[in-house]
């Protein structure tokens, strides 16, 4: 009869850092964030938030206005019409919005700048020659 092997089978391939090693290896890697400024976090996240509220409002009219358009065009449907096709329009945009706020977010206050880009221009002649 043949025994089981006590050791994991990825046992030879695991590779553990200490803590430390690898919390310097994550530092090396970006520069300091104009994030990390609370003045600049404190900014940034405000416009953020008004960009939100914002959006909020246009969302709640474009429900508003799609759901009027709907009764007139089709007269009174069960509720739960109308209610999905709120939620789905009002998740959808809220998405959106949220998604592309985070980008504006990164790119206004300068943090996709702090990220080290190691590679440099040996990536993008990598990708051009393809």
Request: glycine share 10%.
């Amino acid at each position: 009869m043949r025994q089981a092997d006590p050791t994991p089978y990825n046992a030879t391939y695991r590779v553990r850092l200490p803590v430390c090693s690898a919390i310097a290896i994550l530092q090396g890697m970006t520069g300091r964030s104009p994030l990390d400024d609370p003045h600049n976090a404190a900014f940034a996240w405000g416009r953020y938030k008004r960009m939100m509220k914002g959006m909020l409002a246009l969302t709640l009219t474009t429900i508003g206005i799609v759901l009027a358009w709907l009764t007139y065009e089709n007269g009174m449907l069960s509720i739960h019409f109308y209610i999905a096709w709120g939620l789905g329009i009002g998740f959808m945009m809220m998405l959106v919005a949220a998604l592309m706020g985070l980008v504006f977010l990164s790119n206004g206050t300068g943090h996709d700048e702090s990220i080290d880009d190691r590679l440099g221009d040996e990536a993008k002649e990598t990708w051009n020659d393809r």
